[in-house]
């Protein structure tokens, strides 16, 4: 647990789940994406703490009040042969942004990290989200611009699962 002030920053618990679906709504609105939110508080849940964890948060609260989130997973550098963590989403509520939540959440982040021996931490940013891109370039990040993101969802993923394989 992180202290600043009256901030705290902690992992998600069980309990959360439902306050961190509404901060990744906040998200899904703040980027014009709120059509794209299909998925649901409880399977959030599931992923979060059931049997199988894809993925684990750490959340910001000012006064008792979440205002902020990390959200994120392992993934593995097999050049530097070690793991490393993807930030899937970071986000602080608009009323209390520039009080350095958005940091303490990047560098607690950078801890955990750090403490799981880590390579590296890495995220996507909007190319439209400058602002972002100026705090992360401050925060030491590298915005990688020969680097694109590949994507296969819905059909065209149920589509290429379907293919078969032809073993000689």
Known sequence: MTLHSNLIVRFAEPTDYSVLFKLIQGLAEYEK???????N??????HLFGAHKYIEAILAESAGQAVGFALFFHNYSTFLTKPGIYLEDLFVLPEYRRQGIGKALLTKLAQIAVERDCGRLEWSVLDWN?????FYRSMGASILDDWRI???????????????IIHN
């Not at 400058?130 to 100026?134: G, Y």
């Not at 149920?158 to 078969?164: E, F, I, K, N, W």
């Open 41 to 46: 508080a409880l399977e959030l849940k599931e």
């Open 130 to 134: 400058e602002s972002a891109q100026e």
């Open 150 to 164: 590949c994507r296969v969802t819905g059909d065209a993923l149920t589509q290429l699962g379907a293919v078969q």
């Open 33 to 39: 994406l709120s059509h794209a939110v299909t998925g």
